[in-house]
């Protein structure tokens, strides 16, 4: 993992979205659903949202209209969608525009895609923003393939729908187990704390 990463032998790069790809604020998200009524919003959350009906969103094993619900539960209040849906994307911040060159740019270089612990709301949103689903040759969307990182079964289901070599593909990501399980499918790994952009593996991108 972030070992010296020859380029010569990757053909096939698979980005991460939060955190990689795309800044964001779980604070600001706390602040806007307890301006929403609900207090204690904090108390459900456990690793940026893995936990409980935000982690079964991205699984898709609730939708998007039961998440709905359950917020209106629990803050006791008939909300409207819109109103939820603005305090849940507010999680998002923005995907700088030197991150959408350097896609743009790897775009003519390798095959490039995405493989997100996500849902429909936050994934909708970011792609009426940015058309971010146009850099990549496929997005891999846990809410739509039922599985999330780090279980195995969403890279065994991305190897099957890519049909990619492992060996010679690239996963980027800023959590660790999701790159310990990437790198036991034959993955070369590379692990970022901050944003593609500001990283130093970008210049090393861009002189492809």
């Known amino acids: 993992m972030n070992d010296f990463l020859n ?26 659903f307890s301006k929403l009524g609900i207090k204690n919003i904090e108390n459900l959350i456990e690793n940026s949202f893995k936990k409980g009906m935000f982690y079964q969103i991205e699984k898709d094993e609730i939708s998007s209209e039961i998440f709905r619900d359950e917020i209106r539960k629990i803050s006791d209040s008939s909300l409207k969608d819109e109103e939820i ?3 849940w994307n507010d999680f998002l911040l923005d995907i700088p525009e030197k991150t959408l060159k350097l896609l743009q740019f790897l775009q003519k270089k390798r095959r490039i895609f995405l493989l997100s612990n996500t849902n429909k709301i936050h994934f909708d949103f970011i792609d009426k923003k940015y058309l971010l689903s146009r850099y990549f040759e496929l997005c891999f969307l846990s809410y739509e393939l039922k599985e999330a990182k780090p279980d195995d079964g969403i890279f065994e289901k991305v190897l099957k729908l890519s049909k990619v070599d492992p060996v010679r593909s690239l996963f980027i990501d800023d959590n660790l187990q999701n790159l310990q399980t990437a790198d036991k ?20 991108f861009m002189c492809l």
């Open 7 to 32: 380029f010569s032998e990757i053909d096939n790069v698979f980005f991460d979205l939060g955190s990689v790809l795309i800044n964001l604020d779980k604070n600001r998200c706390i602040q806007s």
């Open 185 to 204: 499918f034959g993955f070369k790994t590379y692990h970022t704390v901050k944003n593609i952009s500001e990283d130093s593996i970008f210049d090393r």
């Open 85 to 87: 849906d603005a305090a």
